[in-house]
């Protein structure tokens, strides 16, 4: 493996609105003719969660104010759930499902959190098993030396002029869990992400992206060294 492409690759990606085009937005289920209420015809249920209205708020941490995701855009499969879930990994375990693009925080008695993800393209997402060695909040970044020689665009936040700073815009988001295999490095991250978008979805990064209201709830579940696996 080329470590310095594979690099490049997993590399968080800024989201500047002003110049990237929004992901294509989710289909809008069609409506049926049957039972004009506000409940689901079918099981009675509402046709939206309250408590998501409440888990994907507006929210403020760390100083900093995260905008309120706006669940009518987003495929409700991505949101926040627990599910059963059977598997020989102990509770505590992050599995990671790049085909199904889910993220599973297992827990006891056959059950897990589900969170949507969004996965780099194929070819460059790495796969294996971890340890979360380092969790940080509101986490810098910084390119590396070579891939700002290879995208001039990065020289703005290039180490030398200490990196990208925390906040809204820097790609890691509202929390970074990075993934050491063999005590090394594996450069590869489950973070926030401010292109809300890009959740559920085949991106140009190739690390683990996630709402930062779900990688804010997954940080504060997760234990010191805890394993991960991604399949």
Known sequence: MNVDVFQ?????????????????TQPVPQKRELY???????????????????????????????????????????????????????????VVDTKARFLY???????????????GRDGFAWSGRGVIEMKRKWPHWTPSNDMVERQ???????????????????????????????????????HGTPDWQSVGKATSSG???MFNQDVIDLYDRVGPKAQIVVI
Request: hydrophobic share 35%; with cysteine.
């Open 105 to 119: 925080l297992v827990q006891a008695n056959g059950k897990a959190i589900r969170y949507g993800v969004g996965l």
């Open 36 to 94: 004009q209420t506000q409940f689901h015809q079918t099981y009675g249920l509402p046709v939206t969660n309250p408590l998501h209205k409440v888990v994907y708020g507006l929210i403020s941490d760390e100083g900093h104010t995260l905008p309120e995701i706006p669940l009518d855009r987003v495929d409700a499969r991505y949101l926040r759930q627990e599910v059963s879930y059977q598997t020989v990994e102990a509770p505590g375990t992050i």
């Open 8 to 24: 490049d690759e997993v590399a968080p990606v800024f989201y500047d609105p002003a110049r990237v085009q929004p992901a294509a």
């Open 207 to 209: 690390c683990v992206r």
């Open 152 to 190: 001039p665009d990065l020289r703005s936040v290039s180490a030398e002029r200490g990196g990208a700073v925390a906040g809204l815009n820097n790609p890691l988001g509202a929390r970074a869990l990075y993934i050491y295999q063999n005590g090394k490095d594996t450069l590869y991250r489950v």
